[in-house]
């Protein structure tokens, strides 16, 4: 059974950083996806970043390239999300989601294509 758990959110002022992290269980990253999604209050959920672990290559949102960075540590199960020059619009709850196959019309960013998800982690970004 795969299980996400998502970690290190928090409240900072514009401009801060945070680190997520996503331990991963019961699951396989050989040739698999992992992505971080978020969904802000009254918004529909939307993708962050996704890294495929077959090519080690990653995909990210227009609103968060050169400020959100996605790595992972296979050895610890673990992938991260790297946040700096977070804005307000930036609050929203983050999740962690995984799947073998979730690209959806070319893009890693569509939540549609994952099966498996974390419960979120709340990050709230204050001016």
């Known amino acids: 059974q795969v299980q996400l758990v998502e970690s290190g959110g928090g409240s900072v002022q514009a401009g801060g950083s945070l680190r997520l992290s996503c331990t991963a269980s019961?699951?396989?990253?050989?040739?698999?996806?992992m992505a971080w999604f978020r969904q802000g209050p009254g918004k529909e959920r939307e993708g962050v970043a996704c890294?495929?672990?077959?090519?080690?290559?990653?995909s990210y949102a227009d609103s968060v390239k050169g400020r959100f960075t996605v790595s992972q540590d296979t050895a610890k199960n673990m992938v991260y999300l790297q946040m700096v020059s977070l804005k307000p619009e930036d609050t929203a709850m983050y999740y962690c989601?995984?799947?073998?196959?979730?690209?959806?019309?070319?893009?890693?960013?569509?939540?549609?294509?994952?099966?498996?998800w974390g419960r979120g982690t709340q990050v709230n970004v204050s001016s």
């Open positions: 019961g699951y396989s990253y050989d040739r698999n996806y």
């Open positions: 989601a995984a799947d073998r196959s979730p690209v959806v019309a070319g893009s890693c960013l569509n939540p549609a294509g994952y099966d498996y």
């Open positions: 890294f495929w672990f077959g090519l080690g290559s990653t």
